[in-house]
């Protein structure tokens, strides 16, 4: 373990020491809620007091709305809220059931009644929260379809598909096969954009293979909250890539402990045959076997009967993947067929021999200087009846080098063909953690650490040299600290440093600093 961190510590080192400089403005995959206080008469409320309440963790932010009524909370982690609102002369308002997706803007316009301050006005029914700010075409792929929907090998990127103006894209140039590339690769194109296009981020920092421009694995479905797809319209911090943004959001602690344990299984003792799966003429199960198991725990940062933190949350998740399957192929067509192993050449032909269309009237060796004359150099076809024809080289006339070489290969079929199992094993391990601090209403720090190690076994099978496979080893490290600041319901301030870590390609270190003013 300490052999993996290593090279983690030099980047940290070499960041420090040569203060990287920023190379993008990556968001967070923060929303924002804003929206106006008015009176029964619709007259603008000014200085009343809004209060955003996070469900999960009890973390409130505060906001005095102005003259014109307007109270903006411009950076918000997407999850779910509550909303009170609190103003002299008039009933206390409060709504719940507001739930704020990943880089979504919601508008919630807020009628007060006149009456008692001590009387509270309770909206429970979730409202219609539309996006009133921003033109960005896009969808969140929430929690409940990331765990619920059917997903192959828990492979969350796959979902992507789902998205409208996402299709399927041809993998040529992009995903390079799995001694270079995760297997978890989704090549994907946005509105027509070439392929490698898309920009992936993970909590606001870069999570592209920048080998093969394809999207970095993404943490397990138990990990991840939700993540968004925008395929048109967004917003000029999102930079580096022409097609569609997918912004994947990692879960956080709460004010209360919540954890899984996990195993699932695919196996020949579930699995059926597929119709058309024969191999060698005999029907095979499919030959998959696949374990992926694994857990999560989040909650509170404590230290039972010493300490409890409010304000501190943590959530770590592991999850291992052991895979142990085959491919069937049979495209080993160019086998020598057992009849000329044994010297016996077949020839078919309708021309008369002799002439050019017959190919000549015997076959040469090309290692030595031949001609028809010398007839112990040129082995001539013999008729076997109608347009069959067979010329016999002698075994001994063959060069060593081939004949060794046929001996780590297998024997073909009468017409050369030979169908074999391509045994393709490999395991993938993966850690999530994340640490959530709350620094007042207005400061907000987040700690996150992704790691996911592929392993793919070699194959060297010296009787059948066909299945030959290399072996792979690839670690990828993704690291993240943020910090938030909101000054005002104008001006706030987010700052991500981010790294990326690839052992088998240069490490990337990425600074990122915005500020966004809201009018």
Same mark, same amino acid.
């Given at each position: ?224 909250q939700e993540f968004s797809v925008q395929t048109s319209n967004y917003n000029a911090e999102y930079g580096q890539n022409a097609g569609g943004v997918v912004n994947i959001i990692t879960k956080s602690g709460g004010n209360k402990y ?25 029907k095979t199960v499919d030959p998959l076997k696949r374990n992926q198991f694994g857990g999560t725990i989040g909650g509170p940062v404590a230290i039972p009967g010493l300490f409890h933190s409010n304000h501190s949350f943590f959530f ?9 399957? +085959?491919?069937?192929? @049979? #495209?080993?067509?160019? &086998? ?7 010297? %016996?050449? *077949? !020839? ?48 001994? +006339?063959?060069?060593? @080098? #081939?004949?060794?070489? &046929? ?7 009468? %017409?050369? *063909? !030979? ?52 072996? @792979? ?47």
């Open positions: 373990m300490d052999a993996n961190f290593k090279p983690i510590r030099s980047i940290l080192i070499v960041c420090a020491v040569s203060f990287c400089v920023a190379s993008g403005a990556f968001a967070q995959g923060l929303g924002s809620i804003s929206g106006t206080v008015v009176d029964s008469s619709n007259a603008s409320v000014g200085l009343a007091t809004v209060v955003l309440t996070q469900v999960k963790t009890g973390a409130a932010s505060t906001r005095v709305t102005r003259p014109d009524g307007l109270f903006v909370f411009p950076s918000v982690s997407p999850t779910d809220y509550t909303l009170s609102v609190a103003a002299k002369g008039f009933k206390k308002y409060e709504q719940t059931g507001i739930t704020l997706q990943a880089d979504q803007d919601v508008t919630l316009n807020i009628a007060l009644q006149v009456g008692s301050e001590q009387i509270t006005v309770n909206v429970e029914a979730a409202a219609a929260q539309v996006d009133t700010t921003s033109g960005t075409l896009s969808q969140v792929i929430g929690q409940e379809e990331v765990n619920e929907l059917p997903l192959n090998g828990r492979n969350a990127a796959a979902l992507t598909t789902l998205v409208a103006g996402v299709s399927i894209a041809p993998n040529a140039q992009a995903d390079q096969g799995n001694t270079k590339t995760f297997p978890v690769a989704v090549t994907i194109t946005a509105n027509g954009t070439r392929v490698g296009q898309t920009n992936y981020l993970l909590d606001g920092g870069n999570n592209v293979d920048e080998y093969t421009n394809v999207n970095a694995p993404f943490p397990m479905p138990d990990a991840v919540h954890g899984d344990l996990f195993e699932f299984i695919r196996n020949r003792a579930f699995n059926a045959a597929n119709y058309f799966a024969y191999v060698n003429g005999v770590f998740g592991y999850q291992k993947t052991v895979v142990h399957t +085959s491919n069937t192929s @049979a #495209s080993a067509e160019i &086998l020598p067929t057992p009849a000329q192993l044994a010297g %016996n050449f *077949n !020839f078919t032909t309708s021309a008369a021999p002799g002439t050019t269309a017959f190919y000549g009237a015997c076959i040469a060796n090309p290692a030595l200087a031949t001609s028809p004359a010398n007839a112990s150099q040129c082995y001539p076809y013999v008729s076997n009846g109608g347009t069959s024809y067979t010329a016999t080289i002698p075994t001994s +006339s063959f060069n060593l @080098a #081939s004949k060794t070489l &046929l001996t780590y290969l297998p024997t073909g079929d009468a %017409n050369g *063909n !030979f169908a074999f199992i391509l045994p393709n094993f490999y395991n993938l391990g993966e850690v999530t953690t994340r640490f959530d601090q709350e620094l007042g209403g207005n400061d907000r720090l987040t700690a996150r650490y992704f790691s996911d190690g592929y392993h793919v076994n070699g194959v060297l099978n010296l009787k059948n040299l066909l299945t030959y496979t290399d072996q @792979a080893n690839i670690h990828y490290y993704n690291a993240l600290v943020s910090e938030s600041h909101t000054f005002s319901s104008r001006l706030l301030n987010n700052f991500i440093l981010s790294y990326q870590l690839e052992d088998r390609a240069a490490a990337r270190c990425r600074v990122a600093s915005t500020s966004t003013i809201w009018a």
